[in-house]
């Protein structure tokens, strides 16, 4: 079966310090990959997602960069953090086809200061 | 634009009793939709889906029910536990369009809690 790790499980950081947010997949092959951004109370807001090592797409601009360096590997980075990029990251996969339901990582708490 | 969203921000149901969620979106053209259940600082878990060319779909002590004549879908749990606390959310898939699928559009969800 398929299973998707995402960590750290939280992070504290300051303003204008660099972040590197990793997620990993296991039990498949070419999935699609995806980044969300999670307000409290708020709905899920796609940040970038990946059909493909070196392929990324973003949904919305701002100081935050994808990368798809392995297969199974998406990573979320910034060089310098706001206060606005605090909130709880989340990473989810699916498989490469249509119709298919996304699955999701436990997230990454993060807290700029 | 098209909006998945959430009619009541909260439901309180007691334990035992059946548990109605309800969600409406406004794009015509959404063929495939799916329930989460995000417990407090988890991720989102996969309930059900459901593709349109269905009314209803049946899980474990779930069932989905889709209305496209009204853009409505709702999520039934029978016989609530304590373990179905949790905000419950529907998404949308907006792959259609892009020439990529699985992109999601999700509403912010209903918490419901469960009543001993």
């Known amino acids: 079966s398929q299973t998707i790790h995402q960590w750290p499980a939280t992070l504290v950081q300051p303003v204008g310090s660099p972040l590197s947010l990793e997620c990993t997949v296991e039990?498949?092959?070419?999935?699609?990959l995806y980044w969300y951004r999670q307000a409290a109370g708020r709905g899920l807001q796609l940040l970038f997602y990946s059909v493909g090592i070196g392929q990324i797409s973003s949904e919305v601009p701002q100081n935050l960069s994808a990368s798809r360096p392995q297969d199974r590997q998406f990573i979320l980075s910034s060089k310098k953090l706001l206060l606005s990029d605090s909130g709880f990251y989340l990473c989810a996969w699916s498989f490469g086809a249509d119709n298919q339901p996304q699955h999701f990582g436990d997230g990454t708490r993060l807290s700029i200061l | 634009g098209e909006n998945v969203g959430l009619h009541l921000p909260t439901l309180s149901v007691q334990e035992g009793d059946n548990s109605i969620i309800n969600c409406a979106y406004s794009n015509s053209a959404s063929d495939y939709f799916i329930w989460y259940k995000q417990e407090s600082g988890k991720g989102p878990q996969f309930i059900i889906d459901?593709?349109?060319n269905m009314d209803k779909r049946q899980g474990q002590r779930v069932t989905v029910l889709l209305n496209k004549t009204v853009k409505h879908l709702s999520l039934q749990i029978a016989a609530t536990q304590p373990g179905d606390s949790a905000v419950y959310f529907c998404?949308?898939?907006?792959?259609w369009g892009k020439g990529f699928g699985n992109v999601l559009h999700c509403g912010s969800g209903t918490q419901v809690i469960v009543l001993p």
């Open positions: 998404a949308e898939n907006m792959g």
């Open positions: 039990g498949t092959s070419n999935p699609n």
């Open positions: 459901i593709r349109s």
